[in-house]
Antibody, heavy 125, light 108 residues
């Protein structure tokens, strides 16, 4: 059973950089896409970006200028850095695995099958 | 377009059938997946692909799609189904992901 666990500071000061790590256990980080998703208090889910185990990335255009996602296959971890944070970045941050394949009809199927429990990051001085 | 639109709230009587919908241009090209989220918990995948349920998800949950609309149907809703439901898919570029705004389901 694959398990994901987010870790990092729960409090970040405005204008600083938010840094989180997701540790994958029960399976290899190789051959999959891995993603960060966040949820401000009382609001909906927002996709932040993903990384392939080889290191290729793609980000939400609304956050792209401030986001960096990296991977460390030797530690079975991937990480999120979000720079110049403001109170609007206060949220529960989730890491998740993306499963991607073509079905029998030739259509691309993709979904987030495993999620971490989430970690609340508060931006405040 | 990179948006998925859901009704903010839906209610259903215990034991009845409810449909939660998700609209977006990208759904003409890509499947939606659906996630159930209860208060204080991480989202849980309930439907993916054409109409697939992960192990452990009751068969009262089903999915369908037509044109730019994907639907999640709960046949015989139970009290434990009261939760927020989010649809998700790729955006029209196929390279990024987007979530719907979520639907709060109340079981009466």
């Amino acid at each position: 059973q694959v398990q994901l666990q987010e870790s990092g500071p729960g409090l970040v000061k405005p204008s600083e950089t938010l840094s989180l790590t997701c540790t994958v256990s029960g399976g290899s980080i190789s051959s999959y896409y891995w993603s960060w998703i966040r949820q401000p208090p009382g609001k909906g889910l927002e996709w932040i970006g993903y990384i392939y185990y080889s290191g290729s990335t793609n980000y939400n255009p609304s956050l792209k200028s401030r986001v960096t996602i990296s991977v460390d296959t030797s530690k079975n971890q991937f990480s999120l850095k979000l720079s110049s944070v403001t109170a609007a970045d206060t949220a529960v941050y989730y890491c998740a695995r993306i499963l991607d394949y073509y079905d029998s009809s030739g259509y691309l199927v993709g979904y987030f099958d495993y999620w971490g429990q989430g970690t609340l990051v508060t931006v405040s001085s | 377009s990179s948006e998925l639109t859901q009704d903010p709230a839906v209610s259903v009587a215990l034991g009845q059938t409810v449909r939660i919908t998700c609209q977006g241009d990208s759904l003409r090209s890509y499947y939606a997946s659906w996630y159930q989220q209860k208060p204080g918990q991480a989202p849980v995948l309930v439907i993916y692909g054409k109409n697939n349920r992960p192990s452990g998800i009751p068969d009262r949950f089903s999915g369908s799609s037509s044109g730019n609309t994907a639907s999640l149907t709960i046949t015989g809703a139970q009290a434990e189904d009261e939760a927020d439901y989010y649809c998700n898919s790729r955006d029209s570029s196929g390279n990024r992901w987007v979530f719907g705004g979520g639907t709060k389901l109340t079981v009466l």
